[in-house]
C-alpha cells in the first residue's frame, strides 16, 4: 500500500470561495481587511510548514521501502 500523507485543511475562507466561483463577496459585519489578511497570510504560513514537515516523513517512507 502506497499511501501519502496531506495536510487536510486548505485554509481557505468563504470570501475565497466567493472570488474562486467569481460572485461578489460577502463581508461580516465589523470585518477588518488589514487584520483578516494577516491571519491568513499566518494560516497559509502555517500550512507550508505543516506540509513542508509531513513531505519530510513521506520521503524517509519512501526511503524506507
Known sequence: MNKKIV???LGLTGIDVSKA???PPVYPLGYNHKKE???K???MRELA???KR???INDKLEANK
Open 7 to 9: 495536510s487536510s485543511t
Open 21 to 23: 466561483l467569481g460572485l
Open 37 to 39: 489578511r494577516k491571519k
Open 41 to 43: 497570510k499566518n494560516r
Open 49 to 51: 510548514r505543516r506540509q
Open 54 to 56: 509531513l513531505d519530510k
